[in-house]
């Protein structure tokens, strides 16, 4: 939390056309996450006064996730100057810092928005954050004085040959004082090659006004702006390494991290072992000495104190497993509850169910929990066994301490302590298999060779 006052605005009105996608580009996901929430949620991490987002009006769907906050529209898209004036009416009586982001650059740290911010309340006017690259690319570059003064910002398509020698980059990200902000983006002008009203103009316009503009430097990994597919994979490595070490220094066993796939919300107790080739997505909360082995797909479940998953399982979102639970290979838990101490272990699916204590899933049962409109749920009580190739016509319920034979389909409810069988009778005729192969053979021994 800051302790300064500041205001923030995030750009998201970039169609993102490189994205090549129906989907805005701030919409695109980093572990299970839209980008720009991994943003938002740093920044609220620092507590802002205020805080306006810049979106197109065309972005109903950016619109429905960013529903709790302000948003501005830039109706025109004029340029990154033109989509900060969109706040105009929201900030134009606001004078201390006022921090400016970019919806498509996520990963900026807490730490380096608040150096930003006190560069600004300590007396610089325009603070600027930038990076040193050794392949400065298309990043516009910062041009200082021999002092280390901000002299201005040179956009790579109209630099010289010497400014792009500099390795210094713009990030885009920078941090103006609201007492002057709407007086320098006024005298913004578009006369350069796109016909845009460049933000990073506003650097010069300070410096003719007598203005104090700094910059302050971070990695270059963190200030990464994703603007095609081919970034955005390198920003999901990047978080997932981050992710991964977390886990490793927080008591979790990785036996190979690099193909473990973590969530940006994930909770891991102590003493966690995950396997090799797992994937989380979101909202998993994992107790302690929990083992996953590996091949396991897990979202939306929680698992308690104790209990192996996998391999091959499927955990699907609405799953509680009990401590000591397990769910074994190829079998799917949905939106159910598997009591403590509970085992499938072997070729099932457990929707919609709530499952006791103790209790037994033979290999092959499934509850059969959609009807084809409407889906039911299943209720099998505590230390019951389930025999094997068992189907479970929901809405139906199995009794504390029950048994169902082998092979049973039940569609009315078994009650505690009983035995429930629900197959055909079985029928043997006699000599019938000895008839059969001896005909079989005979007829083919009379068939013509060819």
């Known amino acids: 939390m800051s302790n300064i006052s500041f205001a923030a605005i995030i750009l998201a009105a ?54 709790p906050y302000e948003l501005f529209i830039q109706r025109d898209r004029l340029g990154t100057g033109d989509a900060v004036k969109a706040t105009l009416e929201h900030l134009k009586n606001f004078k201390d810092p006022v921090l400016i982001l970019f919806g498509d650059t996520p990963m900026v740290k807490s730490e380096t928005m608040l150096t930003s911010i006190k560069a600004c309340a ?47 980059c713009n990030s885009g990200l920078m941090v103006v004082s609201g007492k002057y902000m709407f007086d320098l983006l006024m005298n913004l002008n578009s006369q350069n090659k796109k016909g845009e009203y460049y933000l990073t103009d506003i650097v010069s316009i300070a410096r003719k006004k007598g203005l104090k503009t700094v910059v302050v430097e971070a990695e270059e990994v963190e200030l990464m702006g994703i603007n095609s597919r081919g970034e955005l994979s390198i920003a ?11 886990a490793l220094e927080n008591g979790v066993t990785l036996i190979d991290p690099t193909s473990v796939w973590l969530s940006h919300d994930m909770v891991i107790g102590r003493d966690v072992i995950i396997h090799p080739n797992v994937v989380f997505g979101p909202g998993v909360t994992i107790g302690n000495d929990v083992e996953i082995k590996s091949f396991s797909h897990i979202e939306g479940a929680t698992i308690d104190a104790g209990a192996v998953i996998g391999p091959f399982a499927r955990l699907r979102p609405g799953t509680e497993i009990g401590c000591d639970a397990k769910v074994g290979n190829f079998v ?8 403590a101490g509970s085992k499938t272990n072997h070729l099932s699916y457990i929707g919609d169910a709530s499952v006791g204590a103790d209790t037994n899933i033979g290999a092959g049962t499934i509850t059969c929990n959609y009807d084809g409109f409407d889906k039911h749920r299943s209720i099998i009580g505590k230390n019951t066994f389930i025999g094997s190739n ?61």
């Not at 690319?137 to 910002?153: A, F, P, Q």
């Open 14 to 67: 970039g169609l993102g056309k490189r994205m090549k996608s129906n989907h805005s580009k701030v919409m695109h996901k980093i572990a299970g996450q839209p980008m720009i929430l991994h943003l938002i949620n740093t920044l609220e991490s620092i507590s802002p006064e205020r805080l306006a987002i810049v979106v197109g009006q065309d972005m109903e769907e950016v619109a429905k996730i960013l529903s």
């Open 390 to 450: 068992t189907a479970l016509i929901a809405p139906v319920s199995i009794g504390d301490g029950a048994v169902v034979a082998a092979g049973s389909t039940i569609s009315r409810d078994v009650m505690a302590g009983s035995l429930a069988i629900g197959r055909a009778a079985q029928e043997e005729k006699k000599g019938w298999a000895s008839s059969y192969k001896e005909k079989h053979q005979l007829s083919k021994s009379q068939k013509p060779k060819r």
């Open 236 to 246: 999901e490595a990047n978080v997932q390494k981050e992710l991964r070490t977390n």
């Open 332 to 339: 799917e838990v949905k939106n159910s509850v598997l009591g």
């Open 122 to 168: 300590d007396g610089a006017d325009v603070v600027v954050v930038g990076f040193q690259s050794v392949d400065p690319k298309n990043y516009g570059r910062l041009v200082t004085d021999e002092d280390g003064n901000l002299i201005k910002i040179v956009e790579a398509a109209e630099a010289s040959g010497e400014q792009l020698e500099i390795t210094l």
